[in-house]
């Protein structure tokens, strides 16, 4: 089951009701882009699963539990499972590349 994505076109298969397109799901692992608008509410819920985000695009902020960073292209953020976590301060519309392990039941 190998395959070939390309990041633009799957940011433009979301949409504002829709900011998470999954892309690829297997029983080990899932993955998926996340998009937020500059200014946007990012809404998400912790994850039973630990978490891999890789920042293609764009300028925020992210808190995980009590730390808070800044997210920039190019940064790798780990979050492991049922941790609170949020992106905040979003100033450039954020494009993350998502990848979940196991596969995102949550």
Not at 16 to 33: H, I, K, Q, W
Not at 68 to 83: K, L, M, N, T
Request: cysteine-free.
């Amino acid at each position: 089951m190998s395959g070939f994505y390309s990041v633009e076109k799957l940011v433009a298969r979301t949409t504002p009701d829709r900011r998470y397109n999954e892309f690829l799901r297997v029983p080990t692992m899932s993955a998926g882009v996340y998009v937020l608008p500059a200014g946007a509410t990012d809404r998400q819920s912790p994850h039973q699963e630990d978490e891999i985000y890789y920042a293609v695009r764009g300028k925020a902020e992210i808190r995980i539990g009590d730390i808070q960073h800044s997210v920039q292209p190019g940064d790798v953020i780990f979050v492991e499972a049922r941790a609170e976590h949020r992106f905040f301060d979003i100033e450039e519309e954020l494009v993350l590349l998502v990848v979940f392990a196991p596969a995102e039941s949550s």
